[in-house]
C-alpha cells in the first residue's frame, strides 16, 4: 500500500500512468484520491475538511448503541460481535460501546480502516479493536452488528456520461488545464439502464459498484450468521441520473478534479440500490427513513434533556447539536439511514 504518498507525488503519478497508458477512469481516479487523502491525515472536526454526526455530539453514537443492545436483547441476547466499516476518529464506536455496556452487552469489536492515520486514533478510544483492511477477514462464526457512517459515499464511484455517439464511460485526462474528465471511447450502453440510453447528450449515470459489491457481500453474511448492518450516509432514494460527486476542502466546496489526495472526494448514496443488493442477498430491509427520523425515534431528545440537565453550563451547545443532527436544514433530512437485517431476527427500532 502506498501509504503516505503525498498529494503532488499522487497527482506526479497519476500524469505518469495517463501519459503513458491513456485516460483513467473516474473511478480510479476517486479510488487513488481517496486512498491519499484519508492515508495520510485526520481530514474530521472543526479544523478539518468535513464534520461527521459522531464528531458533532455523542448522542450520535449513544443512540446507535441503543439502538443495537435492543436488537440484540430481543434476538435472545446472542454473543455477538460489532462491526464498524471506516470507523473515522472512532468516535462512533466509543460513545456507541459505552451505551451498549449500560445495557451489559461487551461485544468483541472489529474495524475494517484502510488508514493508517486514522487506525491510530481509533486505538485511543477502542484500544482492543481487531483491525481488518477489507471485510473478507471479519469473523465467519457469530452474529455481526455493522455499523457504516459516511462509509459508503467515501467508496469509488463510475460515471458513464452520455455524448452524440452514445454512452462512455467518465475518463480523467490531463493538459494544460491540468486533470480534466472526458468521455472514453469504448460504449458502455450494458453498464447503463435501459431508460437512460436515449437521454440528452451531456447526461450523467454514476453508480458504485465496489461499494455494492461491499453490501452485498456483508448483506450475504447476515443472512447466514445472523445480525443487521445499519448504513447511515447521505444519499437519495430513486436515482435515475445525474452527477453528484462532489470535493470538499476546509468545509467548502471544492474542483473535484483539482489536486487529487488533497480534497475528500464523495458522492450519494443510492439508497434504493443498497436496499436491492441486501434484498437480493437474503436480508430484510428497514428504510431507508431521514436521520432526523430515526434519532427522533430514538430519543434523541430525551437524551439531550438528560445530558442537559447532568451539564447545565453545556445546554445551548447540546441543543445546537440536537438541531444540527436532526433538522431537515442541516443533517437531518439529506442524511439517510437503512437497515438490513437476518430474516429470524426481529424488526429493528427507529424505523
Ligand atoms: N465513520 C466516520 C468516518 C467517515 S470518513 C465518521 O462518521 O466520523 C470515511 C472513513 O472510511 C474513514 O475512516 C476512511 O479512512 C474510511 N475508508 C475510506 N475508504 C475506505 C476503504 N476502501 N476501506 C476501508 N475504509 C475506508
Redesign the pocket.
Known sequence: MRGMETPTELAERLIRRITEQGPISVSDYMAAA?QVY?ASHDP?GREGDFI????VSQMFGELIGVWIADLWRRAGAPDIDYVE?????G??AGDALRAMATQALRPGVHF????PV?RALQAKHVPDAIWHD?IASLPSDKPLIIVA???FD??PYSQHIKTIWGWRERMVTHGMDGFVPIPGNTPTEPSVPAYLHDATPGSIYESSPSGLAIASALGRRIAKQGGALLAIDYGHEDYNAGDTLQALNAHAYADVFANPGANDLTAHVDFSALAKAGKSAGTRIAGPVSQGYFLGTMGIAARAAALALRYPDRLEEIGSAHRRLTSEEEMGALFRVLAMVAPKWPEPAGF
Not at 52 to 55: D, F, I, L, V
Not at 85 to 89: A, E, F, I, V
Not at 112 to 115: A, F, I, K, R
Open positions: 481517496n484519508y474530521l461527521t454526526s459522531p464528531e466499516l471506516g470507523p473515522g476518529r468516535t462512533l475494517v480502516e484502510t488508514s486514522l477489507d457512517n459516511e462509509f467515501a467508496l
